[in-house]
């Protein structure tokens, strides 16, 4: 690919940001945003409607529901969702609450499903959503289990962002809390990414013990106490253990 080239794609996903963002522009408030000229600007809006990816109605551009489409498609190709979309459902009746299955993609935690029991307090999280893995249950879970040379290179690229004043932001520290994670099995998140919920998760691992996702549960710390937290903890880690046979036997 020519550097003219990449330099077209950048852009064109650029804007696509930025429409996701904001929820809809004008043209030239596009423009603006990106420090482009309006009429490069429209040209680009052009080619995206074209391919279906953008919608325009009454002079204002939107993000088309195209996407949904393509992530749909390959969310049902990737066969841990598969493995995990019944026994996620399991343990949000058993539970009463919030259950995400998350995976790693690019060094960030996706969010591959959700399921909630009827004592789910709402995240506002949706099935796509990307955070940053140290932050969270699963993606401790997740970072617990990849070889250090690739940890480093997701802190390196991604750094430890403070997402509340509880998320471990040192390299040493999360290191040692890693080490604790595969000690136990599973991975603990106190107000380290949303203030005042507590989410405790546990790594899908294959046959060759690679870790292919997480699952978490999620509530708020006044009803998790610690007798809590254990009884959640033996559940995930049953529950990935059980989407670890129906992946490898699937």
Do not use: W
Request: hydrophobic content about 40%; glycine content about 6%; charged content about 25%.
């Amino acid at each position: 690919m020519t550097n003219g080239s990449r330099q077209t794609v950048d852009r064109a996903f650029e804007i696509i940001d930025v429409l996701a963002e904001e929820g809809g522009l004008r043209g030239s408030a596009v423009a603006d945003k990106l420090d482009m000229p309006v009429s490069t600007t429209h040209d680009y809006l052009q080619a995206l409607v074209a391919t279906g990816y953008v919608t325009k109605t009454d002079n204002v551009y939107r993000i088309s529901t195209r996407f949904l489409e393509v992530g749909q498609q390959q969310r049902h190709r990737m066969n841990v969702f598969s493995a995990a979309q019944d026994e996620l459902e399991t343990v949000a009746e058993e539970t009463g609450e919030h259950v995400t299955l998350m995976v790693e993609e690019n060094g960030q935690g996706v969010l591959l499903a959700i399921s909630e029991g009827e004592d789910a307090v709402s995240l506002f999280a949706y099935p796509g959503a990307r955070m940053p893995l140290h932050a969270t249950a699963p993606g401790k879970a997740i970072l617990a289990y990849l070889p250090q040379e690739s940890v480093e290179e997701i802190f390196d690229e991604h750094g430890l962002v403070a997402v509340t004043n509880q998320t471990i932001t040192q390299r040493e520290e999360l290191f040692d809390q890693l080490e604790t994670v595969r000690e136990q099995g599973y991975a603990v998140d106190d107000g380290e990414r949303i203030a005042g919920m507590v989410c405790i998760a546990a790594p899908v691992l294959d046959k060759s013990d690679d870790v292919q996702a997480a699952i978490c549960v999620c509530g708020p710390r006044s009803r998790i106490d610690a007798q809590r937290r254990a009884e959640i903890a033996e559940v995930v880690r049953r529950s990935a253990n059980v989407v670890q046979v129906n992946l490898d036997y699937a």
